[in-house]
């Protein structure tokens, strides 16, 4: 199985911080990394898809990059609705699909 | 828009079957375009992908699961069912069901989730 990483495991910021979440793969990926931010009590819901595609309707503060088995996510200036916990997962191994553990952003 | 719900029962007991049911809105699942999965969360936990349906009934499971998962559809009712047997306190999550999908550039992608629910593994 392909291991996904992250770090940190949680983070505080503030609100208008710039804030960076890495995931580390155990293997190379190429650019199948998504990544998902879920509120507490609700589901996940899909941020960026392939590295750095930003799903519609999501806010451009949010960005992703990295290729291979490093990828960062990327919040430019935080906002209230922004605390969560984030989450990346590889498509590349398909269909054994693999989740990090988590990046809690806390105020 | 595509919406899920999943149904079963809360509370299973130590060796019995755990049996989920996910209903799906707004598409088809025998379309080929979406596919259907089950994903789990332990309390306080990362998420883990269980296994998929998809087409006209083809299946992938996480090696994890393989001898004791089978996830079945009925297209009359737009359903899909999770079934994970001999479980143990180490079941007790929320389950999800998601759609999954591929877009043009290959990527895969879990697009719709329903709420999730919980199930606890306990005499």
Redesign the interface.
């Not at chain 1, 609700?42 to 899909?46: D, M, Q, R, S, V």
């Not at chain 1, 398909?94 to 988590?102: H, I, K």
């Given at each position: 199985?392909i291991q996904m990483t992250q770090s940190p495991s949680s983070l505080s910021a503030s609100v208008g911080d710039r804030v960076t979440v890495t995931c580390r793969a155990s293997q190379s990926i190429s650019?199948?990394l998504?990544w998902?931010q879920q509120k507490v009590g609700?589901?996940?819901?899909?941020l960026i898809?392939?590295a750095k595609?930003l799903k519609n309707g999501v806010p451009s503060r949010f960005s992703g990059s990295g290729s291979g088995t490093e990828f960062t996510l990327t919040i430019s200036s935080l906002q209230p609705e922004d605390f969560a916990t984030y989450?990346c997962?590889q498509?590349y191994s398909?269909?054994?699909?693999?989740?990090?553990?988590?990046t809690k952003l806390e105020i | 828009q595509v919406q899920l719900q999943e149904s079963g029962p809360g509370l299973v007991k130590p060796s019995q079957t755990l049996s989920l049911t996910c209903t799906v809105s707004g598409g088809s699942i025998s379309s080929g375009f979406h596919y259907w999965s089950w994903i789990r969360q332990p309390a306080g936990k990362g998420l883990e992908w269980i296994g998929r349906i998809y087409g006209s009934g083809n299946t992938n499971y996480n090696p994890s699961f393989e001898s004791r998962v089978d996830i079945s559809a009925d297209t009359s009712k737009n359903q899909f069912t999770l079934k994970l047997s001999s479980v143990t306190a180490a079941d007790t999550a929320l389950y999800y069901c998601a759609s999954g999908s591929f877009d043009s550039s290959g990527y895969f992608h879990f697009d719709y989730w329903g709420q999730g629910t919980l199930v606890t593994v306990s005499s």
């Open positions: 199985d650019t199948y998504n998902y609700k589901a996940p819901k899909l898809y392939g595609n989450y997962q498509s398909n269909p054994m699909y693999t989740f990090g553990q988590g | -």
